[in-house]
């Protein structure tokens, strides 16, 4: 009678069986799931509200992009001036991010309202 018992833990504590549980779970929940829900217009309406509401925020986190590009580019315009100043040896390194970052922040700011539709 151990030896079964003993054979059944080893069986259960096994990382083969334990993935096996899950997956049989998952897909379980998740077959049931796709069943019982026939009526897709309680999802379909709650996504056009999501959408309808995230694209009102768009014109603010535009201008938020450009506020944010023209702070990256005083901070490292005196970043600059100060690596100038003080003969360092990548100021070129240091001006292209600058313009790197203000340039990819001018960029996502225009086309935010692409990506949505707008």
């Known amino acids: 009678m151990r030896k079964i018992i003993n ?7 096994s990382p083969k069986t334990r993935a096996v549980a899950v997956m049989l779970l998952v897909g379980g929940t998740a077959a049931f799931a796709q069943s019982a829900a026939g009526d897709y217009t309680a999802g379909t309406s709650a996504l056009t509200t999501v959408a309808e509401e995230i694209a009102k925020y768009v014109p603010i986190v535009v201008k938020l992009c450009y506020a944010i590009a023209g ?12 690596a100038m100043n003080n003969d360092e040896q990548d100021v070129k390194k240091k001006i292209m991010m600058v ?14 309202p692409l990506f949505f539709g707008l």
């Open 71 to 82: 702070v990256v580019a005083i901070i490292g315009a005196i970043s600059v001036y100060i």
């Open 7 to 13: 054979s059944v833990k080893k069986f259960l504590a």
């Open 99 to 112: 313009v790197g970052a203000c340039i990819f922040l001018v960029a996502a700011a225009q086309a935010l």
